[in-house]
C-alpha cells in the first residue's frame, strides 16, 4: 500500500539514487571518521538529508555531488558536535573532582563496602536513596513508585539486613560511615 504522504515516484528515484551513490559517500565517511559507527552515522544522515530534500537532488551525475556536498556538512556538524561533548566532558571531569568528597575516616569502611555489595539490589537502591541522595520516606516511595510505609519498611530492612553482615545492632555509625561513601 502507497503511503499518500510520499510522492508518486519519489520513493523509486531515492532507492535509485541510494543505490548507485552508496558505496561513493561510504567510502568518503570512511576516509574522513575514525569509527564504524560515524560513518554509519555519516551515511544515514547524509541520505536522511536527502529523502527530506529529495525535490533539491539533481538528476544524474550532479546528485552525487550534492550528496558529497550534503556529506561534507554531516560529516562538519559531527565535528562540532564532538568537539562539545568533548569540552563538556573535560569541564565535567574537573566539577567532578573538585566536588568529590573525601573518603571516610572509618577504619571499617571496606568492610561497609563489602557488606553493602552483599545486600540484594533493592537493599542497595534503598539505603542509597536514603544515605547518599539524602531523600525522605516519601520521596524514597515517590521513586520506587509505593507506598510511604513500604518505603520505610524496605529502608528499615535494609539497615538492619546491613547491621546484621556488619555484626553491629546500632545502625548510626554504619550509615555515618556509608554516607561518606564515593558515588
Known amino acids: 500500500m502507497r503511503d499518500p504522504r ?12 541510494y543505490r548507485a551513490c552508496y558505496p561513493a ?9 575514525d569509527s564504524v559507527d560515524d560513518v554509519a552515522d555519516v551515511i544515514a544522515e547524509t541520505f536522511l538529508a536527502a529523502w527530506r530534500r529529495l525535490d ?8 552525487l555531488l550534492w550528496l558529497y556536498g550534503a556529506a561534507r556538512r554531516v560529516l562538519a556538524n559531527h565535528r562540532r558536535g564532538e568537539s562539545r561533548r568533548s569540552a563538556l566532558a573535560a ?14 575516616a572509618d577504619p571499617r569502611t571496606e568492610e561497609i563496602r ?7 539490589p533493592a537493599y542497595r537502591e534503598v ?6 541522595e539524602g531523600l525522605t520516606g516519601p520521596q524514597i516511595a515517590t521513586v520506587l513508585g509505593c507506598s510511604n510505609t513500604a518505603a520505610r519498611l524496605r ?3 535494609a539497615r538492619k539486613r546491613l547491621a546484621r553482615l556488619l555484626g553491629t545492632t ?11 561513601e564515593t558515588r
Open 6 to 17: 510520499v510522492p508518486l515516484g519519489a520513493r523509486d528515484r531515492f532507492e535509485a539514487l
Open 25 to 33: 559517500i561510504q567510502r568518503y565517511a570512511l576516509r574522513r571518521t
Open 56 to 63: 533539491d537532488v539533481p538528476e544524474g551525475d550532479a546528485a
Open 91 to 104: 569541564r565535567l571531569r574537573g566539577e567532578l573532582a573538585v566536588r568529590q568528597e573525601p573518603a571516610s
Open 114 to 120: 563489602a557488606a553493602f555489595a552483599a545486600l540484594n
Open 127 to 132: 539505603l542509597a536513596l536514603a544515605t547518599w
Open 155 to 157: 529502608l528499615h530492612k
Open 170 to 180: 546500632d545502625e548510626t555509625p554504619v550509615m555515618t560511615s556509608l554516607s561518606g
